[in-house]
């Protein structure tokens, strides 16, 4: 890619009168699946221009951020990752979650944040909240059929406090209605003030975990074998 830009049409031109048309400039594009036919790529080493017309978005609301992308394209791998999750952890933080979605206009909020839910294979970041009756979570992407999960806190069976690549910083919640999440934060600080908030709600009433919780103590070195032991006899 060589530039990226706004593109001005000419004086008669039928479109891009407004302006919203977006000029991609290229040194080598990738031709896929032409006559809907699947078949290996085709790599052409050739200069070409694309012209994008947006019609649901002006040019103002995405060029800045797809020139900041073309920016870190430019840098080595290393400099390019930081650019990238900066980008992306700027824009999420300016994502609140889209009230509409509560399911009560009374329902008071406890509890807004951001943290990623990991279903298998994925980690799909978002907004978190905790309301006196219910838990969400706002995907930031429309990857989950979804827009926003939720379970009501009088059906949360066990909170779990869970290690996440190595880092104490996940939490696994389960419901009496097959509802299962796993929540990862940023650091395990924010992953205890959210655990204390959702337990510490009155509708939440946990099953009894004493055994669970004595063998993870028991897997951790906490206690020794032999009081293990004892409690299980």
């Known amino acids: ?61 995405v060029l800045p951020q797809i020139t900041q992308l073309f920016r870190a394209s430019t840098l080595p791998t290393a400099d390019r990752s930081m650019m990238v999750q900066s980008i992306v952890r700027s824009r999420q933080s300016r994502v609140s979650f889209n009230t509409s979605w509560l399911d009560s206009l009374y329902e008071s909020i406890v509890l807004e944040t951001t943290g990623d839910r990991i279903p298998p294979l994925v980690c799909n970041p978002g907004r978190i909240m905790v309301t006196n009756s219910r838990l969400y979570f706002q995907p930031f992407n429309n990857a989950d059929p979804e827009p926003v999960q939720k379970v009501k806190l009088s059906e ?27 929540l990862v934060f940023a650091t395990e600080a924010d992953r205890n003030y959210f655990y204390d908030q959702l337990v510490g709600q ?24 032999y009081d293990y032991l004892m409690y299980l006899n």
């Open 156 to 182: 949360v069976s066990r909170v779990i406090k869970r290690r996440y690549l190595l880092q104490q910083v996940g939490v696994e919640i389960f419901s009496a209605e097959d509802f299962h999440i796993f």
């Open 1 to 61: 890619c060589k530039n990226v830009g706004q593109w001005t049409p000419p004086l008669l031109s039928k479109i891009g009168q407004e302006g919203d048309v977006l000029l991609v400039s290229s040194t080598q594009m990738i031709e896929m699946k032409e006559g809907n036919v699947i078949a290996p790529y085709t790599f052409n080493k050739v200069s070409a221009e694309f012209r994008f017309a947006l019609n649901y978005v002006s040019i103002g609301d």
């Open 202 to 225: 009155p509708d939440v009433r946990l099953e009894d975990t004493e055994r669970e919780n004595l063998t993870l103590k028991w897997q951790k070195g906490v206690i020794s074998n």
